[in-house]
């Protein structure tokens, strides 16, 4: 059956994680791209038992996810050269049954639209809080949206007409993208279709601080690429980083120095800001707060990983992955 439909996965030491990836995609697509960034769990004789086409990348160039991706496509593009859409995902995601289908559909009823994407959730939100934590997190709303993640349905012409990822970005690649897809003219459109199931795997708080110090260095080379007018591009986000992970600590902290310890009673305008979001939720009692505290907790990695891009840019630094699995 031609679908019309190419698929890049793209992993590193995913482990059965790949497996259920590559068997969700089993008759979906017509061809499937698995790009391996450097395992050393057997990935690759994985992938390769399940016939897919695999591409291993150069050990001697900075892996990044968005490097990944664009040499998928590449290779999918020489396997099948009319290939018409092109599915990215996670090698840590299982894609839903009829998902690429329904997908597919609504891109060829709506000719404007390049990126179609649908809910992802957390396959194990109750082994953990930052399970639960990211399967809040990518309940988006559905209609027209800003950016999508990295699983996504995307035109080929489109794609290649404005360059693909940016292959640098260490994180932030796909709402980078989608600043330019739009500044094209195309639409982004989130659609209420089951997507894909997750597998986080985060179970400590290091892994969670990790992945909002990338979050922080994403934010402010975005806002560094796209932050001028009209976009705009995550500027609220990375100010927002800055005034509450240094400059109200620091502020408080110099007024108890100057001015007498009892300044220091200002630091509970951070409970009182998670009580305010908490107060804003639409779910749970427990989801609203969970969500709130690390809301404003995450404020300190952010404002790292902002600083960690600064220092980068002005000592000329190589950016690294952050890892968090």
């Known amino acids: 059956m031609v679908t019309g439909i190419g698929v890049v996965v793209i992993g590193r030491n995913e482990g059965l994680r790949l497996e259920r990836c590559l068997a969700s995609l089993a008759g979906g697509a017509d061809q499937v791209v698995y790009v391996d960034s450097g395992s050393t769990d057997g990935s690759v004789q994985r992938a390769l038992s399940h016939g897919v086409e695999v591409l291993a990348l150069d050990l001697a160039t900075p892996f990044t996810a968005a490097r990944a991706r664009n040499e998928g496509f590449a290779r999918l593009q020489r396997l099948w050269p009319d290939l018409r859409h092109v599915q990215f995902v996670d090698g840590d995601c299982e894609v839903a049954a009829g998902w690429l289908a329904s997908a597919q559909a609504f891109l060829e009823q709506h000719p404007q639209v390049a990126v179609v994407c649908g809910r992802r959730r957390e396959r194990f939100p109750d082994q953990s809080v930052y399970n639960l934590l990211c399967d809040l997190e990518w309940d988006t709303p559905v209609g027209e949206a800003r950016a999508c993640g990295g699983d996504a349905l995307m035109r080929v012409d489109a794609f290649t007409a404005v360059g693909g990822y940016s292959p ?158």
Request: aromatic share 12%.
């Open 168 to 325: 640098g970005l260490i994180a932030g690649e796909e709402p980078e993208l989608c600043v330019r897809l739009r500044a094209a003219g195309w639409k982004i459109w989130r659609l209420a279709a089951e997507m894909t199931l997750h597998d986080a795997a985060m179970t400590r708080f290091s892994q969670w601080w990790r992945r909002s110090l990338r979050t922080g260095y994403a934010f402010a080379e975005g806002a560094a690429l796209h932050g001028a007018p009209p976009e705009r591009h995550w500027l609220r986000e990375s100010r927002r980083a800055w005034l509450w992970g240094l400059v109200v600590p620091l502020l408080i902290v110099l007024a108890s120095v100057l001015l007498g310890g009892q300044w220091l009673l200002l630091l509970l305008i951070y409970p009182l800001q998670a009580m305010r979001l908490a107060r804003r939720g639409a779910r749970s009692a427990r989801e609203n707060w969970l969500q709130a505290v690390f809301l404003v907790l995450g404020k300190f990695p952010e404002m790292l990983g902002q600083m960690k891009f600064v220092l980068n840019r002005l000592f000329a630094g190589k950016a690294a992955l952050i890892e968090y699995k």
